[in-house]
């Protein structure tokens, strides 16, 4: 089974909506953690400390994951990885980063929300 489509292909596949915000500056440290997309909690980006990234994904009992760059440059975030060997890049542009949530918005125009993967 293949790895995750796109580096970031879960962020991209939200619904399309028209609430646009001007350009913000995002703090970084809000970022480092798990986030998961609701309805694919079985997909997991971790962003860690340094720009360093890691995708995991788990079907059945199941688990795939590969490990990619991440750099945020105000509120756009751009993550390369090379799920087949392929390097794949996508930017996104971050609308909202609370503690607990992270909203982005995909150059399509596609919003999805992503919700802080707490620690058992």
């Given at each position: 089974?293949r790895?995750?489509?796109?580096c970031?292909?879960?962020?991209?596949?939200g619904?399309v909506t028209?609430?646009?915000k001007k350009?913000?500056?995002?703090?970084?440290?809000?970022l480092?953690g798990?986030?998961?997309?609701?309805?694919?909690e079985?997909?997991?980006l971790?962003f860690?400390?340094?720009g360093k990234?890691v995708m995991?994904?788990?079907?059945g009992d199941?688990?795939e994951?590969?490990d990619?760059?991440?750099?945020?440059?105000?509120?756009k975030l751009?993550v390369?990885?090379k799920?087949?060997?392929?390097?794949?890049?996508?930017?996104?542009?971050?609308?909202?980063?609370?503690?607990?949530e992270?909203v982005?918005?995909?150059?399509?125009g596609n919003?999805?929300?992503?919700?802080?993967v707490?620690?058992k």
């Amino acid at each position: 089974m293949r790895v995750l489509v796109g580096c970031f292909a879960l962020v991209l596949c939200g619904t399309v909506t028209g609430d646009d915000k001007k350009d913000e500056v995002v703090d970084p440290a809000k970022l480092v953690g798990k986030w998961t997309t609701k309805g694919r909690e079985n997909e997991i980006l971790e962003f860690l400390k340094g720009g360093k990234l890691v995708m995991r994904r788990t079907v059945g009992d199941k688990e795939e994951a590969f490990d990619g760059t991440y750099k945020l440059d105000g509120n756009k975030l751009t993550v390369v990885a090379k799920p087949d060997g392929k390097e794949d890049k996508s930017t996104v542009t971050i609308k909202k980063l609370t503690d607990a949530e992270m909203v982005v918005v995909a150059e399509s125009g596609n919003e999805v929300v992503m919700l802080r993967v707490k620690d058992k």
